[in-house]
């Protein structure tokens, strides 16, 4: 049983900044690549951002320089923050993460938090 559970999203007008948390709960024994993606309705789920297990990154070119990905990976918890949001940000954010569970058998698989709503309007 693995969950992960995505915090921080809400309305922000244009040029605001968010926060996103991804806390994953569990049986976890490694989480290797977490990444953050988007949904907007009628359209494909897209990568946002993705960051590794050490620390590499990289970012979907509409939001290069504008969020920045990271993780803690003694809390096992990732984070987006976004800065400068467009109303294009506007979608369902949703954490991504392959895990390894402590539990057998022991495996890698890949796992969604439920969403959150991220909403940039004035």
């Known amino acids: 049983q693995v969950r992960l559970v995505e915090s921080g999203g809400g309305l922000v007008q244009p040029g605001g900044s968010l926060r996103l948390s991804c806390v994953p709960s569990?049986?976890?024994?490694?989480?290797?690549?977490m990444a953050w993606y988007r949904q907007t309705p009628g359209n494909q789920r897209e990568l946002v951002a993705a960051i590794t297990d050490g620390g590499s990154t990289n970012y979907a070119d509409s939001v290069k320089d504008r969020f920045t990905i990271s993780r803690d990976n003694g809390k096992n918890t990732m984070y987006l923050q976004m800065n400068r949001l467009k109303p294009e940000d506007t979608a369902v954010y949703y954490c991504?993460?392959?895990?390894?569970?402590?539990?057998?058998?022991?495996?890698?698989?890949?796992?969604w938090g439920p969403g959150t709503q991220v909403t940039v309007s004035s």
């Open positions: 991504n993460a392959d895990v390894t569970r402590l539990t057998w058998p022991r495996r890698a698989a890949n796992y």
């Open positions: 569990g049986s976890i024994f490694r989480i290797d690549t």
